[in-house]
């Protein structure tokens, strides 16, 4: 894993960018990583953003909860509610 200052972090993004599917690239401020930059293989722009959105991972939590505590509807009873068929 690669890893930089921000303070030493001068170039272009662009650069830094180059070798991410090798290794991601940390950044670090005062020695502590603060950021990564990471390639990003089969997503589009509207998953990433969801991934790191924390209202929408608290929704996925909340439902997750919800199934495990309650259970949750098969995938052939969903095509029955929806007159969808099998």
Do not use: C, W
């Not at 662009?14 to 070798?19: C, D, I, M, P, T």
């Not at 209202?55 to 997750?64: D, G, H, W």
């Not at 909860?65 to 029955?80: A, L, P, V």
């Amino acid at each position: 894993m690669k890893t930089i200052e921000i303070k030493e972090a001068a170039g272009p993004l662009a650069g830094y960018a180059q070798g991410l599917e090798e290794e991601p690239l940390i950044l670090m401020l005062d020695g502590k990583p603060v950021a990564a930059l990471v390639a990003i293989e089969n997503a589009d722009t509207e998953s990433v953003s969801l991934s790191s959105n924390p209202q929408f991972l608290a929704l996925i939590e909340r439902s997750r909860s919800r199934r495990k505590e309650q259970g949750g509807i098969s995938s052939s009873e969903m095509r029955h509610r929806l007159d969808i068929g099998s």
